[in-house]
């Protein structure tokens, strides 16, 4: 059966920092993972997805993420933090032809 | 383009009372979605269609009906409230197949007393 972890519920960063989210999977096949974003008071957006092409991924907003099958690994990392990438983070998988399976979130908040 | 839409985005109900969440696409998405979010839980899935007319049940379907009777709307019942469905109530939809970007629409914030 499909799951996924979220490692760290809050993850806290300085301004030009770099952001890293931390995302494993569980799967007996190859899955599809999103990254999706929920700022305060909305509905989630899409960040990223990987759909079985190149392993590194590039989203929206300058965030990226690496599927790494040996490790089960999905993390989401951005270069540089901006004070507006503070907002909610999760992980989903969806094994294929299966429903989304969403992790707990991981909260990201950006000092200046 | 309005993308997904919910009505209402507040509601307190008093336990036993119904109430039918309303969602609404304009993209002719095939597959749309209800869930429900909790501090520290993420999102869960309650249930889904996968055209108009179809339903299914997701993850956490008790205590819930759901109805597609046109493609563009998805309707959220709640037969009879209790304090445990206080929660963030998400629609979403998607083009055909879970492989898809899910648009969200902005929330129904429900508080049963």
């Known amino acids: 059966a499909q799951s996924v972890t979220q490692l760290g519920s809050h993850v806290s960063v300085s301004e030009g920092a770099l952001v890293l989210l931390r995302c494993n999977y569980s799967?007996?096949?190859?899955?599809?993972l999103f990254w999706y974003v929920q700022y305060p008071n909305q509905g989630l957006q899409l960040l990223l997805k990987?759909?079985?092409?190149?392993?590194l991924v590039k989203g929206i907003n300058g965030f990226e993420a690496e599927f790494k099958k040996s490790e089960t690994s999905f993390h989401l990392t951005k270069p540089s933090a901006h004070m507006s990438d503070a907002a909610e983070y999760f992980c989903?998988?969806?094994?294929?032809?299966?429903?989304?399976?969403f992790g707990k979130g991981t909260t990201l908040s950006v000092s200046s | 383009n309005a993308g997904v839409t919910q009505t209402p985005k507040f509601r307190v109900l008093k336990t036993g009372q119904s109430m039918t969440l309303l969602c609404a696409q304009d993209?002719?998405?095939?597959?749309m979605y209800w869930y429900r979010q909790d501090p520290g839980m993420g999102l869960r899935l309650i249930h889904y269609?996968?055209?108009?007319?179809?339903?299914a049940k997701g993850e956490v379907p008790d205590g819930y009906n759901v109805s597609r009777l046109k493609k563009q709307n998805f309707l959220l019942g709640l037969e009879s409230a209790a304090p445990s469905q206080t929660s963030v109530y998400f629609c979403?939809?998607?083009?055909?197949?879970?492989?898809?970007?899910?648009?969200f629409g902005p929330g129904t914030r429900l508080t049963v007393t």
């Open positions: 979403a939809s998607s083009h055909t197949g879970f492989r898809y970007e899910q648009y």
């Open positions: 799967s007996s096949v190859p899955p599809y």
């Open positions: 990987y759909t079985s092409a190149a392993t």
């Open positions: 989903a998988v969806s094994e294929k032809g299966t429903a989304l399976i």
């Open positions: 993209m002719n998405h095939e597959y």
């Open positions: 269609s996968v055209g108009e007319g179809t339903t």
